[in-house]
């Protein structure tokens, strides 16, 4: 018998019971099911034995995603944030010049 918030979630085979808030059991599930995803693949890539190995080579290739994607995302900022100040500049620039003129 579970408890109003645990949660089971099925990862590769084995049944694991989560405490989690109720606001929370969505992601957790989602977040279960990622991974069991993702550890399928290497286990059937054939290339890794061990629930122990494949668990660390997914949690490897997920943390390198993650890593990669927030370095993407970092950039995206520094180049918008570049922009911003590119179009402020003409913006004063513009405005500069309109006074000028008068």
């Known amino acids: 018998m579970t408890q109003p918030n645990t949660v089971t979630v099925h990862i590769l085979d084995k049944d694991y ?3 989690c808030p109720p606001e929370e059991r969505a992601n ?3 977040a279960a099911r990622y991974l069991d995803g ?3 693949e290497i286990r059937m ?3 890794v034995i061990g629930a122990d190995r494949v668990a660390v ?3 490897l290739n997920i943390t390198h995603d993650l890593l ?3 370095q993407h995302l970092d950039q995206q900022a520094s180049s918008t944030r570049d922009q911003v100040r590119d179009l402020l500049d ?3 620039q513009a405005l500069a010049a309109d006074q000028d003129g008068h």
Do not use: F, P, T, W
Request: include cysteine.
């Open 17 to 19: 019971c989560i405490n």
């Open 28 to 30: 957790l599930e989602s």
């Open 38 to 40: 993702k550890m399928r």
């Open 45 to 47: 890539s054939g290339k």
């Open 57 to 59: 080579m997914a949690a």
């Open 68 to 70: 990669h994607r927030q």
């Open 90 to 92: 003409r913006v004063d």
